[in-house]
C-alpha cells in the first residue's frame, strides 16, 4: 500500500464469516492451507489427537475428511485417506507400510504404474516383489516367502477383464498372516466389497468411476486396523500426498451419483459387449457378464451380477485396421481413462502396455487389434452407431 493510498490498513486481517441460523446444502469448500487455534493448549491437544481440529492442509483438512468419509461408507471401511491420486494411493499403501527385507506379491496383470512401482521403485529401498497369476491361487501359494508380507491384487485384471481367485487368495493370506490388499477400483464397492471378504487394505483410483467425470485425480486407501492407518496417514503427510480440497469437493458431488451411473453404464456394457459379438471383424468380446469370457463362472459368484462397465474386444487386423477403426468414430473420446460419464476407447497396445515386449502381451491376447472400452451413460442406439462405423471401417482396412 503506497502511502496516498485510502484503503482501510485491516484489509488483510481475515475475518471470521458472518454467523446465521441457515446453513449451506452443500458442502463449502475449505481452500484454507493454515487454521488458527485459541492458544497453545489447543494446538497441543490436537497434535496429541486430545482435540479434534485442523492444523496445516497438508496434514488433513475437511474436504478431504468429508470424501474419505462418504468412501469409507460405501466400502464398510473406516478412517480411510484421501491421497492426490490412485498412485499415491498405492504408493501409500506399499511404502508406508513395507520395510527393507520385506516382500511382496502382486498380480502380474496390475495397472501399469502399480506394476512399475512394485519392479523399479520398491526394490530400490530394499523390499523384494514377485509377480503371479492371481487367478491361480497355487502359483500364489508357491511364490511365499516368510518375509512375504503383502499381497496386492486387482480383483478384475486390466484389460483382459480376467478374475482373480479372491477367495483363496484371502483364505491364504488369513492363513498364513499376509496383508491382503485390494485395489477396487474395477469392480467398485457396488460388485465387490473386500473388507466382506477378508481384505486388510483397500485402494481406490478415485479418479475413476467413483469421482465419474473425468475432471480429478484422487485415490482413496484404508485399512481395517487403525494402526496400519496410523502408519499410512504418517507417510501419507510426510510425502504430501494429500488433495486438493477443491478435487475432493468434486469428487463427492460426483459420488453422489455414483450409483446411477454405474448401473446404467453396466447394462450399456453388456448391450453393447453382445453388439459388438455380432459385428463382421470382430474376433472376440471378452466381457465377464458373457457366458463366452474364461472366468465367467468365477465372476458371476463374486461380483453377484455386477459384471462392470469395462469391455474388451478384438478385430481383424493389423495396425492400420485399428487406426481405420479410431478413424471413424470421431465423437467417440479414444483416451486411455476409465470411468468417465462419457464411454472411451483405448488401445492398449499404444497405451497401457507400451512397454511390455510384444511376445508377452500377445501371449495374454493384447495384440494390434485389440481395444478397452469404458463404458459410459450415453444411449445405447448413439454407441451402436459408432462401433458399427468403427468396426465397418477397420473391415476395409484389412
Ligand atoms: C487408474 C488406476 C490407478 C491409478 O490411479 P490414478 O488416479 O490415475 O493415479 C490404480 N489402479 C487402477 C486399477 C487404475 O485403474
Redesign the pocket.
Known amino acids: 500500500m503506497t502511502d496516498g493510498s485510502n484503503l482501510p490498513k485491516t484489509l488483510v486481517r481475515r475475518m471470521p464469516l458472518q454467523p446465521g441460523v441457515s446453513r449451506p446444502v452443500v458442502t463449502p469448500i475449505q481452500p484454507s492451507v493454515v487454521y488458527s487455534s485459541e492458544s497453545p493448549d489447543q494446538l497441543e491437544g490436537q497434535y496429541e489427537g486430545k482435540e479434534h481440529g485442523y492444523t496445516y492442509s497438508r496434514e488433513g483438512h475437511p474436504n478431504a475428511d468429508l470424501l474419505a468419509a462418504k468412501i469409507d461408507m460405501l466400502e464398510g471401511g473406516q478412517g480411510g485417506i484421501i491421497c492426490a ?4 494411493a ?1 504408493g501409500t499403501a506399499l511404502m508406508g507400510l513395507l520395510s527393507q527385507g520385506d516382500h511382496v506379491i502382486g498380480g502380474d496383470q ?2 501399469g ?2 506394476l512399475r512401482m512394485m519392479t523399479q521403485d520398491l526394490p530400490r529401498f530394499g523390499i523384494e516383489t514377485t509377480l503371479v497369476d492371481t487367478g491361480d491361487v497355487a502359483k500364489v501359494a508357491a511364490v511365499i516367502r516368510p518375509e512375504t508380507k503383502m499381497i496386492l491384487v ?1 480383483v478384475m485384471a ?1 484389460p483382459t477383464l480376467a478374475i482373480a481367485d479372491m477367495e483363496g487368495i484371502a483364505a491364504l493370506c488369513a492363513e498364513k498372516g499376509i496383508l491382503l490388499a485390494v ?1 477396487n ?2 469392480t467398485t464397492p457396488t460388485a465387490y466389497r473386500p473388507y466382506d471378504h477378508g481384505a486388510d487394505i483397500v ?1 481406490h ?4 468411476l467413483l469421482a465419474g467425470h473425468a475432471d480429478v ?3 482413496y486407501v484404508s485399512a481395517k486396523d487403525p494402526a496400519l492407518t496410523e502408519k499410512m496417514k504418517v507417510f501419507w503427510i510426510t510425502m504430501g500426498a494429500t488433495p486438493s480440497p477443491h478435487d475432493c469437493w468434486l469428487a463427492e458431488r460426483g459420488i453422489y451419483t455414483f450409483d446411477l451411473r454405474y448401473a446404467k453404464s453396466q447394462e450399456n456394457a453388456a448391450l453393447l459387449a453382445d453388439y459388438l459379438a455380432t459385428l463382421p471383424g470382430v474376433k472376440r468380446v471378452v466381457y465377464p457378464g458373457r457366458a463366452d469370457h474364461p472366468d465367467h463362472a468365477r465372476a458371476a459368484h463374486l461380483l453377484q451380477g455386477q459384471f462392470g462397465n469395462m469391455v474388451s474386444f478384438e478385430i481383424e487386423g493389423g495396425r492400420a485396421a485399428a487406426n481405420a477403426m479410431i478413424r471413424a468414430m470421431p465423437d467417440m473420446a479414444f483416451a486411455p ?2 470411468g468417465d460419464v462419457g464411454t472411451t476407447v483405448s488401445h492398449s497396445a499404444t497405451s497401457s502396455h507400451r512397454l511390455v515386449p510384444v511376445a508377452a502381451r500377445e501371449s495374454i491376447g493384447i495384440t494390434e487389434g485389440f481395444f478397452r472400452v469404458s463404458v459410459g451413460i450415453e444411449d445405447i442406439e448413439i454407441l451402436k452407431a459408432d462401433f458399427a462405423a468403427g468396426c465397418a471401417a477397420a473391415a476395409r482396412a484389412v
Open positions: 491420486s490412485g498412485m499415491a498405492v496390475l495397472y504404474r502399480s486387482e486390466n485395489d477400483t474395477f485402494i483410483s478415485v479418479t475413476k485425480t484422487l485415490g481413462t476409465l
